[in-house]
């Protein structure tokens, strides 16, 4: 992931002040901001899920991504992050120790 849209994902993902998609138009409005918030859209997602999960998402490390496994009461729900994704991912608020080291 490009050092700009990783910044840019944690800002959009962590527990500070947010950060305003109308003041921050032209930031958006790039390729790397699109970027971005979707990634940040996607990891918000597998985090609740995660909040959610019956119990604790089993994690497998294939190649550079990771597939975590999460088993939710309307069924199982797969999802494949970027090594970069999931680390963002561990440090957002409400992920501690709920995600396992990944195999």
Known sequence: MHSFVYRLV?????DGPRLSRNRHFHTFLT????????IARHLRS???????ARMAPRCERIDDR???EIELAAGTRTAW???DEFEI??????M???LPEPR
């Open 10 to 14: 944690e800002r959009l993902t962590d």
């Open 31 to 38: 390729p790397e901001g699109r970027q971005a918030l979707r």
């Open 46 to 52: 597998v985090a609740r899920d995660v909040a959610q």
């Open 66 to 68: 990771v597939r975590l």
């Open 81 to 83: 992050l970027e090594r």
């Open 89 to 94: 991912l561990r440090r957002m608020p409400g």
């Open 96 to 98: 501690d120790g709920a």
